[in-house]
């Protein structure tokens, strides 16, 4: 069975990959996961200055999910580069590297401090942290979307792969201006904008009032925006949104996703990615299927 997946230059072994801000930068989870089963994983979101995060409590557990406010606490890039891509090139598994940023100079700064990094395979640009206190997310617009990437794409040749936030009217207009744009990969989805309120106190249970929901919760919200893009664009689509087993990753391919993202579910379980890639091989091989492309296309609506 081939699970061998292309996301524009970059080939993962399997399509599982864990999700940003969920799994560290991968090495703290040495020794506790088991690495050949995860196709890649993606770095905690860089900054190009370090950033201590929101002020706590930044997490709230809900009966069906997960709010946070980290606010992208980083140790900023050049001590990533220093501390951190030496541990990450022994793991076997692919290193996508996450950027985030409040201008278009800091990504391109970002971009070309880290273009020349072997062990980083491929960036995925974070258009969408709800957590900033930005107006407006850059993926919420299609301009600002485009711009960046026709910049960022001058200046690498690695995989450059776009994480989208499910909060616009239309997220197939997103969709249609990165790829236009010259993206390699959409990665959808990011936290939904929330908030929960502690009735006694009378006060927001986070520190910076609201946050990004994730979680089982929003898993049929973000299918449906896969579904919808992977139907509209020509690009690869890292899926998720919500997946904690392998019948939520197997709804995930079958709605058209190249891969799959797993985020919340590591906080609980950091091996998950072990138990949903023997599940879906078993569910292929039961339903008699020799590669991705034979599952994404059994949906048949
Ligand atoms: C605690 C926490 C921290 C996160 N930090 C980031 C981040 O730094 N950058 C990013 O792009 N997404 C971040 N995310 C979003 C996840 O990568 C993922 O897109 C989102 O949680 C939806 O997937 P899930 O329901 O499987 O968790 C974070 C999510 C959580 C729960």
Known sequence: MDLAVNIGKLTLKNPIICASGTFGFGDELKGLVDFSSIGAVVSKTITLEPREGNIPPRIYETNCGVI????LANPGVD??????????????TKHI????G????EYKQLVEKLDKEDKVDAFELNLSCPNLGKKKLISQSQKLSSDLIKNLRKLTKKTLIAKLTPEVTDIVKIAKAVSDAGADAVSMVNTYFSLAI???KKKSYLGNITGGYSGPAIKPMSL????QVANSVKLPVIGGGGIINY?????FFLAGSAAVSLG?????DPNSAKDILKEVKKYMKKNKMKNLGDLRRSFNA
């Open 68 to 71: 946070n406010s980290i606010g």
């Open 79 to 92: 001590s990533f580069i220093k501390e951190k891509l030496p541990a990450l090139g022994k793991l076997k």
């Open 97 to 100: 590297v996450s950027l985030g």
């Open 102 to 105: 409040s201008f278009k100079k």
């Open 198 to 200: 502690d009735i006694e």
């Open 224 to 227: 449906y925006r896969v579904w």
């Open 247 to 251: 019948k939520d990753a197997i709804e």
């Open 264 to 268: 919340t579910i590591n906080l609980t």
